[in-house]
């Protein structure tokens, strides 16, 4: 078997290339230096090519996380945002009948309730206050709650669906200005600012709960 021929052959040190001469050593070191050059620009590249890959990934992370936070900042300054601000001061006309008989707001002092939602033994909701920040906070519920009476779609004061009114099994109905409403305890009261009772019975709302 020939040996293998090393000569000009850059993969082969310049020591076991004997049959070179001088200035074909010089040429395959020339081109050798040149080849490692290469791979360490080949290297060098993919390692800055590494580099940017994880900075701009790092910079794609970093937008993201502000993008969604500015957004959750956003959306929480909107879900705190007031939906009235200033004083206000509503009414509602409310009356409850069981079994066809009126049943009077009453309670032992002038104010029943609590200050953002009362009555002043007057069947009329008041509702008061300076910001209001969520809807639910002038709900038909709230105010039953505030003046500690029992009322959803199956109840009000001590009457239950199915309890006897006038000898057959009764119900809790509900009309806003004489129309029926399934909203019972979600229902939000108006925001009416009239203020006189004239006119409060005139131009707000009229509820009428009704167990018949």
């Known amino acids: 078997m020939e040996p293998e021929n090393t000569k000009n052959n850059p993969e082969t040190p310049i020591e076991e290339q004997k049959d070179l001469t001088s200035h074909e050593k010089k040429q395959l070191k020339k081109q050798q230096r040149e080849e490692e050059r290469k791979k360490s620009e080949e290297i060098r590249s993919k390692k800055e090519s590494?580099?940017?890959?994880?900075?701009?990934?790092?910079?794609?992370?970093?937008?993201?996380?502000?993008?969604?936070?500015?957004?959750?900042i956003a959306k929480s300054l909107k879900a705190t945002k007031p939906i009235h601000s200033g004083p206000y001061h509503w009414h509602?006309?409310?009356?409850?009948?069981?079994?066809?008989?009126?049943q009077p707001l009453r309670c032992s002092s002038n104010l029943c309730g609590i200050v953002s939602l009362h009555?002043?033994?007057?069947?009329?909701?008041?509702?008061?206050?300076?910001?209001?920040?969520?809807e639910a906070d002038i709900s038909l519920g709230k105010f039953f709650d505030a003046i500690n009476i029992p009322f959803s779609e199956t109840q009000i004061m001590d009457k239950k669906n199915s309890d006897l009114c006038n000898g057959k099994p009764g119900k809790v109905n509900m009309y806003i200005n004489g129309i029926p409403s399934n909203e019972f305890h979600n229902h939000i009261l108006n925001q009416c600012n009239a203020q006189q009772p004239a006119e409060i019975l005139q131009r707000c709302e009229k509820i009428e709960i009704k167990f018949e």
Do not use: M, P, T, W
Request: aromatic residues 6%.
């Open 50 to 72: 590494g580099k940017k890959a994880l900075k701009y990934g790092i910079i794609a992370v970093v937008v993201l996380l502000i993008g969604l936070g500015i957004f959750a």
């Open 92 to 102: 509602s006309n409310l009356k409850i009948y069981v079994c066809g008989e009126e």
């Open 119 to 134: 009555h002043h033994n007057d069947d009329i909701i008041h509702i008061e206050g300076n910001v209001l920040r969520n």
